[in-house]
Nanobody, 124 residues
Framework: QLQLVESGGGLVQAGGSLRLSCAAS????????MGWFRQSPGQEREFVAV???????YYTDSVKGRFTISTRNAKNTVYLQMNSLKPEDTAVYYC??????????????????WGQGTQVTVSS
């Protein structure tokens, strides 16, 4: 069982930066594809970024060039560095783990483990 705990959310002005952390326990995250999703009120959970089991990464178009997913194996932690934040990035951000070892899962139902979420609010 993989347990995930996000942190690092908060309130930031447009143009600012935040780094989200996702601490894994129970198992090492390196055996999984790790993704970030976000959800705004009244909206479906939206894919943001994924680091596949192979180490490859993929981002949704709206965050390409602004967000970076990375990992630190020694800390069993996945990060999402978010730069040039926009008000439309406001959402609860979730970390997730998938047992898919072949691709870059981008659908929520491809993920098996979820964190509790961390709120990111970007003011204009």
């Amino acid at each position: 069982q993989l347990q995930l705990v996000e942190s690092g959310g908060g309130l930031v002005q447009a143009g600012g930066s935040l780094r989200l952390s996702c601490a894994a326990s129970g198992r090492t995250f390196s055996g999984y594809a790790m993704g970030w999703f976000r959800q705004s009120p009244g909206q479906e959970r939206e894919f943001v970024a994924v680091r596949g089991y192979s180490g490859s990464t993929y981002y949704t178009d709206s965050v390409k060039g602004r967000f970076t997913i990375s990992t630190r194996n020694a800390k069993n932690t996945v990060y999402l560095q978010m730069n040039s934040l926009k008000p439309e990035d406001t959402a609860v951000y979730y970390c997730a783990g998938s047992r898919d070892r072949l691709g870059l899962p981008r659908q929520a139902d491809e993920y098996d483990y979820w964190g509790q979420g961390t709120q990111v609010t970007v003011s204009s």
